[in-house]
T-cell receptor
Framework: DAGVIQSPRHEVTEMGQEVTLRCKPI?????LFWYRQTMMRGLELLIY????????DSGMPEDRFSAKMPNASFSTLKIQPSEPRDSAVYFC???????????FGNGTRLTVT | TQLLEQSPQFLSIQEGENLTVYCNSS?????LQWYRQEPGEGPVLLVT?????EVKKLKRLTFQFGDARKDSSLHITAAQPGDTGLYLC????????FGAGTTVTVRA
């Protein structure tokens, strides 16, 4: 099992640019989560999906953020336009079902200058 | 405002010493999970506690869930440099909420 795969590992972009983060969950996992981690705020849940359907997006900071899950093996988190305060490590995680533990990817470190 | 408060924020000890990390909340959780995160990696699950008063042991790590299911502790006996990392607790109340974490450094 390859685990949760995220790409890219690092992204450096200029303010105003569009950023797309990608995630491949573990095969067979029904839930997919996007988290953001910063020193100030810790690990925050942005949005999660069940069977490719967004269930709770209350953690998405603002309209500049959007997430999609077109199929069971792929999800994207897009920021448009990006701002310096979006700089953080973004994690994708998946779980087998509602009560199973989360399996995290190794994250994407985003720096917006 | 964090739903889960972890303390201390930082902990630095010598190899062989014991340490305890705390996770507290005013909310009741159906379960609580502990994760460890190393630099450049995602958090990895250590244990899940479900029953109030439950104690689980994982080698030198002992996890306890409070009777009221609002708090938890992690105790490490005879810490080793390999225990260094960020320890995160996460409470499940329909969605998983994480504490800010405790950064543990074990010096050789």
């Amino acid at each position: 099992d390859a685990g949760v795969i995220q790409s890219p590992r690092h992204e450096v972009t200029e303010m105003g640019q569009e950023v797309t983060l990608r995630c491949k969950p573990i095969s067979g996992h029904d839930y997919l989560f996007w988290y953001r981690q910063t020193m100030m705020r810790g690990l925050e849940l942005l949005i999660y999906f069940n069977n490719n359907v967004p269930i709770d997006d209350s953690g998405m900071p603002e309209d500049r953020f959007s997430a999609k899950m077109p199929n069971a093996s792929f999800s994207t988190l897009k920021i448009q336009p990006s701002e310096p305060r979006d700089s953080a490590v973004y994690f994708c995680a998946s779980s087998l079902n509602r009560f199973s533990p989360l399996h995290f990817g190794n994250g994407t470190r985003l720096t917006v200058t | 405002t964090q739903l889960l408060e972890q303390s201390p924020q930082f902990l630095s000890i010598q190899e062989g010493e014991n340490l305890t990390v705390y996770c507290n909340s005013s909310s009741v959780f159906s379960s609580l999970q502990w994760y460890r995160q190393e630099p450049g990696e995602g958090p990895v699950l250590l244990v899940t506690v479900v029953t109030g008063g439950e104690v689980k042991k994982l080698k030198r790590l002992t996890f306890q869930f409070g009777d009221a299911r609002k708090d938890s502790s992690l105790h490490i006996t005879a810490a080793q440099p390999g225990d260094t990392g960020l320890y995160l607790c996460a409470g499940d109340d329909y969605k998983l909420s994480f504490g800010a974490g405790t950064t543990v450094t074990v010096r050789a």
